[in-house]
């Protein structure tokens, strides 16, 4: 794996990490705004042009499925 993989697979994952916290939050307090603003944050970069630029992964099926295991915290 190069550098730039390994960059690509980091910000994923971190976008991956903050997405999980953001729906844990809001699952305790839904009128987070902070956690509102990092749902709709990483939303955005999972169905943005850049995010397919890193991946083969398609963002808009990662998305969902962080979302079903979120509901069975």
Known sequence: MNNYEELA??????AV???RDALGML???????SANRDKSDCERFFLGNWFPELTKIDGKQLMHKLQ???EWL
Not at 9 to 14: D, F, G, P
């Open 9 to 14: 697979n980091a910000i994923i994952l971190q």
């Open 17 to 19: 990490k903050d997405y």
């Open 27 to 33: 699952a305790k307090n839904p009128n987070s705004i």
């Open 68 to 70: 079903r295991e979120a």
